[in-house]
């Protein structure tokens, strides 16, 4: 299963930066229009704060501090910027992933994220859907809101 996760987190997080990378205008990341309340760059600096604060912070271990408010609230981070970071997000989680066994799936997550602990296996899954659903929202946004050449 820990196979399954690392697999699917590079994945998604290729994809995430494949999908930074595409916008042909570095102001179109940044850009908000018809009830669109978050731009594509508020959107991929909060899918690396997420996971650096539960993935990276809980299993890597790294001592990362999540400024959240800033996720949406940073604007014009260079594209190239952006793509460094999702990056370094990929070898954290990587990292996270790694120091695990099989076994610890069926414990709590070192982090509890909403009320109460939950079983590590469930939140990996939580974080993964997460960063797809976002995901999803960048790539509509990209194709709606980027400039054309």
């Known amino acids: 299963m820990i196979t399954d996760f690392k697999n699917?987190?590079?994945?998604d997080l290729t994809r995430l930066k494949t999908e930074?990378?595409?916008y042909n205008d570095e102001k179109?990341?940044?850009l908000v229009d018809r009830g669109?309340?978050?731009s594509a760059g508020n959107l991929c600096l909060h899918l690396i704060g997420n996971l650096n604060a539960?993935?990276?912070a809980g299993l890597a271990k790294t001592g990362y501090v999540?400024?959240?408010?800033?996720?949406?609230?940073?604007?014009?981070t260079p594209q190239k910027e952006l793509i460094k970071m999702i990056e370094d997000t990929m070898?954290?989680?990587e990292t996270g992933l790694n120091s695990m066994s099989e076994n610890q799936l069926q414990e709590d997550f070192p982090v509890v994220i909403w009320d109460k602990p939950t079983e590590m296996g469930y939140t990996l899954i939580h974080l993964l859907t997460h960063l797809n659903y976002?995901?999803?929202?960048?790539?509509?946004?990209?194709?709606?809101?980027?400039?054309?050449?």
Do not use: C, M, P
């Open 20 to 22: 930074i990378a595409l």
């Open 134 to 149: 976002h995901l999803g929202q960048i790539n509509y946004h990209r194709r709606l809101l980027s400039v054309a050449d």
């Open 8 to 11: 699917l987190y590079s994945r």
């Open 36 to 38: 669109i309340a978050n």
């Open 28 to 30: 179109s990341l940044w």
């Open 91 to 93: 070898r954290v989680v």
């Open 54 to 56: 539960y993935i990276g």
């Open 66 to 76: 999540r400024y959240r408010d800033l996720e949406f609230s940073q604007k014009n």
